[in-house]
């Protein structure tokens, strides 16, 4: 793989990821819900950021936007969200492409967290990054979009090819496992990844990325059979206290 990709932890919960391109000398931050850890980790590497990819307008995703753009003079890319990205310098929807580097990103539209949700992939790295609509063995909130947009969502993602590592935007994986195992107690392959996830937090270390391989295997949401059984799943997911 080319591109050097670390997640960097932000806020309570939130990842933002650093990709960089040492070809190019490019950096991109995706979804930068603060600025300060993600500056302070792109100084560190010594990589100056030159590009911001947001995901959808959510602050605890565009909250970092403005001054990573004053401190860098990086360019923003995110979708357009009825305006709700203000800092944006260019606006994507499905179809469209964004590039650090030589590598080429494809836009994915998967709204159901909210309505304007993009995912980015980047097949020769194979790599995409969701925010909040697909997680490890998890989906977003259904804030602004229904469980047929996210059942949508789901379909879209799960035909990447199964390498293709899942960067999302939170470390929820332990609870979003409790829950799995729950839902679906017969599956192993669930039990498993979550076993692995909490000894992962138990040494302090993330549990992302994940793969689609993995995803199909373990996460209730994306092996839903239909919309109704994912909107089912949704439901008692929100009022897990597992």
């Known amino acids: 793989m080319a591109l050097e990709i670390v997640p960097v932890p932000a806020l309570s919960d939130n990842y933002v990821w650093l990709m960089h391109d040492a070809r190019?000398?490019?950096?991109?931050?995706?979804?930068?819900?603060?600025?300060?850890?993600?500056?302070?980790?792109?100084?560190a590497r010594g990589w100056s950021i030159t590009q911001v990819w947001n995901t959808h307008w959510h602050p605890d995703h565009v909250g970092g936007n403005a001054a990573i753009k004053e401190a860098t003079g990086a360019t923003i890319t995110g979708p357009s969200e009825q305006g709700r990205i203000p800092t944006l310098d260019r606006v994507v929807e499905e179809g469209d492409t964004v590039r650090i580097g030589a590598h080429e990103g494809q836009v994915i539209a998967v709204g159901a967290h909210t309505a304007g949700h993009i995912a980015i992939h980047i097949p020769d790295e194979a790599v995409v990054f969701t925010g909040d609509t697909l997680f490890a063995m998890?989906?977003?909130?259904?804030?602004?979009g229904t469980?047929?947009?996210?059942?949508?969502?789901?379909?879209?993602l799960g035909t990447l090819p199964g390498e293709t590592r899942v960067c999302c935007g939170h470390?929820?994986?332990?609870?979003?496992?409790?829950?799995?195992?729950?839902?679906?107690?017969?599956?192993?392959?669930?039990?498993?990844?979550?076993?692995?996830?909490?000894?992962?937090?138990?040494?302090?270390?993330?549990?992302?990325?994940?793969t689609i391989a993995l995803e199909r295997a373990t996460n209730p949401f994306l092996r839903a059979r239909d919309a109704r059984e994912l909107a089912e799943r949704r439901a008692a997911k929100d009022s897990f206290k597992g």
Request: charged content about 30%.
């Open 24 to 43: 190019s000398g490019e950096t991109v931050a995706v979804d930068p819900g603060e600025a300060a850890p993600v500056l302070a980790a792109a100084d």
């Open 138 to 144: 998890g989906c977003g909130r259904l804030f602004e």
């Open 147 to 156: 469980a047929e947009d996210m059942f949508r969502a789901m379909e879209k």
């Open 171 to 210: 470390e929820y994986t332990v609870a979003n496992g409790r829950f799995a195992v729950v839902t679906e107690p017969g599956n192993e392959a669930a039990r498993e990844a979550l076993r692995h996830a909490e000894r992962l937090r138990a040494e302090g270390l993330p549990t992302l990325p994940s």
